[in-house]
């Protein structure tokens, strides 16, 4: 037998058993410890309620709770630029989309249709946290109630909700990145334009990433003789 593999001390019909500790009378009939849970129960029974009666009471959820997912909109536009990674990111499958690109529009890029499935969203909040731009984010909204399949597909109307709503959930999310990834974090919504043209001097929508990279460089190495001279 190789040395790695311990011998067995007994079989799992023996009794004897190297290393267990011994029961005392009381302990195994287990009466003390029955009485015990009986007497927790009776004083837990006078202790002040904390049930709310629903509907009528509903919960107010704290800034870190984790509801239906929604898009943010930003100045009458969604934030979303997508980029697919929320899709990508998530478990179940929940989240489905289709990208296009306007001429016309600083971000370029959004989704022509979002749609989530709320039936598969199982509120991890993983698209929540790879979603580069803050697009998607977990609400408060807990009470769902659908009637057919079809109703518990939520697309972009119904996913869109202001900023200005989102703002407590927003702020919650920047001082949580801030102590997990240092205080560098700090989400600027002007990087919420996601464009490969060449913006510095001219709007040149034929040069390539290659060439903007290189229009940039010579500008930035033309600088500094400007400002010796």
């Given at each position: 037998m190789p040395d790695n593999l311990e011998q067995p001390v007994t079989t799992a019909l023996g009794g004897d058993h190297s290393g267990e500790r011994k029961l005392?009378?009381?302990e195994r009939i287990y009466l003390p410890e029955i009485f015990k849970a009986l007497w927790y129960t009776l004083k837990q029974m006078f202790q002040p309620k904390f049930t709310m009666l629903y509907p009528e009471e509903r919960f107010d959820p704290p800034a870190i709770f984790r509801g239906r997912p929604v898009l943010v909109?930003?100045?009458?536009?969604e934030r979303c630029v997508a980029c697919g990674l929320c899709a990508r990111a998530c478990p179940p499958l929940a989240i489905s989309m289709q990208a296009s690109e306007i001429s016309?529009?600083?971000k370029e890029r959004y989704p022509t249709f979002f749609e989530i499935n709320m039936l598969r969203c199982i509120y991890c909040g993983y698209c929540e946290d790879v979603c580069p731009e803050e697009a998607i984010v977990?609400?408060?909204?807990?009470?769902l109630v659908f009637t057919t399949r079809?109703?518990?597909v939520y697309d972009k109307s119904r996913l869109l909700q202001p900023k200005e709503e989102l703002k407590e959930r927003l702020d919650y999310l920047r001082e949580y990145k801030n102590r997990q990834f240092g205080k560098f974090w700090n989400f600027d919504e002007s990087n919420?334009?996601?464009?490969v043209r060449n913006r510095d001097k001219r709007w040149e929508t034929s040069l390539s990433l290659v060439e903007m990279i290189e229009e940039q460089r010579k500008e930035g190495n033309q600088q500094p003789d400007q400002e010796r001279t």
């Open positions: 005392k009378f009381l909109e930003d100045d009458g536009q016309d529009d600083p977990m609400s408060k909204d807990y009470d079809e109703e518990a919420n334009i996601h464009s």
